[in-house]
DNA sequence: CACTGAGCCTGCTAGC
DNA sequence: TGCTAGCAGGCTCAGT
């Protein structure tokens, strides 16, 4: 599923092939990916624009508009932009089932977005909506003021279980399961352990490990587990640096040979070491 | 504030 | 071998 390295190979791909480009039309197969606002507005602020760039926020995908507005794009779990030069080259026919929406552009080029599960989302924001939006997520993981000390601040400033914490959205802007379990087991912190009471050793690791664990999928244009593409069709090359996610409960640990254990937390599957990745012993008072 | 569960979807897999 | 139930998961919203 795409997180932040994944977006952002997209987003890679996509910019120099959009930019300059004026879109001709819209086209909807599935009322659901488009999230706002109704496909009239959308299409009234959209066909006509020109791309001036394609950036990328968190997870999401901004094609920006040189009106100021974008078209933001969220790939949730099995969304695919994909651009083609030549509208007129035949396309994939068994996957024209999960074509959801199409860009045209007025040199013969088209945008199309392939969602298998129709998770994903497609919208239009206006300029005041994007700062809107803007405001709703967190710190960039990959941009040099997310420092150790911003990460204790964050985590000390909550009491919450460091999974879900990690997860959030308006925490950390980008992180998903993948990044998050392997960040964990390299940091050899427990996904249940309370963000507060995490010590200064092991929030650097966490930040060395976020910091790595990112930049290295950014450089191997993310994991392909299944459906991820770049903008071009192409796979990832991550998937081989993967140390401890799509391992099964019971598999042993890749470091010290413990069986791995498998919780659900917060709705995810959690695959982590119990040997390497403790929680604190709590005692508690005798009664 | 922190957490839980439902809902959105459909392909794949485990288990019978 | 063939079938089906349940899992997978990012995000939002409602409820505790």
């Given amino acids: 599923m795409p997180e932040l390295p994944e977006v952002e190979t997209v987003r890679r791909t996509l910019d120099p092939l959009l930019r300059g480009r004026t879109i001709a039309g819209f086209t909807l197969n599935w009322h659901r990916t488009l999230e706002h606002p109704t496909l009239e507005a959308f299409e009234y602020s959209v066909v006509g624009g020109q ?37 007129r080259t035949i396309r994939n026919s068994t996957r024209e089932a999960y074509l959801r929406a199409e860009f045209s552009f007025t040199d013969g080029s088209e945008l199309l977005f392939y969602d298998t599960r129709k998770f994903g989302k497609i919208a239009y924001r206006s300029p005041d909506e994007l ?22 601040a964050l985590l000390l400033a909550r009491r919450r279980q460091i999974k879900p914490l990690l997860l959030d959205q308006a925490v950390i802007a980008g992180l998903g399961n993948i990044y998050v379990d392997e960040s964990l087991f390299r940091s050899r912190i427990h996904p249940l352990q309370l963000s507060s009471e995490l010590g200064a050793i092991s929030i650097d690791a966490l930040h060395t490990a976020i ?15 299944r459906d991820y593409r770049s903008g071009l069709g192409e796979p990832g090359e991550n998937q081989s ?18 069986p791995l254990e498998r919780l659900v937390i917060g709705q995810r599957g959690s695959i982590f070491c119990p040997n390497c990745q403790l929680l604190p012993v709590i005692d508690t008072p005798r009664q």
């Fill in 241 to 258: 640096r993967l140390r401890i996610y799509g391992l099964k409960p019971g598999t042993p640990c890749p470091d010290c040979g413990s």
């Fill in 131 to 152: 700062l809107g939006l803007e405001a709703r997520l967190g710190v960039e993981p990959l941009e040099p003021d997310f420092t150790a000390d911003i990460l204790a």
């Fill in 211 to 225: 910091v790595d664990v990112l930049s290295t999928a950014v450089a191997l244009h993310g994991t392909t587990l």
């Fill in 51 to 87: 791309v001036s760039g394609v950036s990328r926020r968190g997870k999401l995908i901004l094609i920006r508009l040189s009106t100021g507005g974008a078209i933001t794009v969220h790939l949730r779990m099995t969304g695919e932009l994909l651009f083609r030069p030549d509208a």
